[in-house]
């Protein structure tokens, strides 16, 4: 199984975007990347995946490089909500007890 | 609203004394599972279920049971709680198609 990669924490000003990386050097052809967020200890929230295309949608935009070993999660324009863990995790698409959710990053977003 | 509850959100209990927590979705999803969460050791997976009466283990499910008697409902069971079972539980759903999980607001549980 794949596994992943990211900075512990990171640092962002409110309004500038966030960039969020992922190292996933061993991923498989049947494995997306999958990006969520905790919230302090709220319930993880599903962001964005994909499999090799760039992904976008109203949360965030994912960028997957052409070999597939990393991706970054862009959020266009920081505000202080998105302060949280964010994890990045590859799985099959179908394979449910797959989904190991990591350390994630601490993303801090700052006024 | 879409949603997945768990109840109780906060419980103390003491050791041994057996205890259900419930977990309910609206979303008709086939998944349910669910997952313990530690500090240092993140999100663990206890047992999930594919569809009704369809049960597995997952990472760390010693001491723990479930049941999928109705889609709907993958309540979590304790028979005899021991302090190790201290921790933040989260329940999540999830249609079979699409692997993208909705998970609970989580149930705090302190074992005394």
């Known amino acids: 199984d794949a596994k992943t990669t990211q900075p512990p924490s990171m640092d962002c000003a409110e309004g500038r975007a966030a960039n969020l990386p992922c190292n996933h050097s061993t991923i498989s052809g049947n494995e997306y990347v999958y990006w969520y967020r905790q919230i302090h200890s709220q319930g993880p929230q599903y962001i964005i995946h994909g499999l090799k295309n760039n992904e976008t949608n109203e949360m965030a935009s994912l960028i997957i490089t052409e070999d597939r070993k990393s991706s970054t999660l862009i959020l266009p324009h920081a505000t202080l909500r998105d302060t949280a863990v964010y994890y990045c995790?590859?799985?099959?698409?179908?394979?449910?007890?797959?989904?190991?959710f990591g350390s994630g990053t601490k993303l801090n977003v700052k006024p | 609203e879409a949603q997945v509850t768990q109840n109780p959100r906060y419980l103390i209990t003491v050791t041994g004394k057996k205890l259900t927590v419930t977990c309910s979705q609206n979303?008709?999803?086939?998944?349910m599972s669910w997952y313990r969460q530690d500090p240092g050791l993140g999100l663990r997976q206890i047992y999930y279920s594919m569809n009704v009466e369809v049960t597995d283990k997952g990472d760390v499910p010693e001491g723990y049971k479930v049941s999928r008697k109705e889609k709907r409902n993958f309540p979590l069971i304790l028979e005899s709680p021991s302090p190790n079972q201290t921790s933040l539980y989260f329940c999540?759903?999830?249609?079979?198609?699409?692997?993208?999980?909705?998970f609970g607001a989580g149930t705090r549980l302190s074992v005394l």
């Open positions: 995790i590859v799985s099959p698409e179908y394979n449910f007890n797959k989904f190991y």
């Open positions: 979303m008709n999803h086939e998944y």
């Open positions: 999540a759903s999830s249609l079979l198609a699409k692997n993208i999980q909705y």
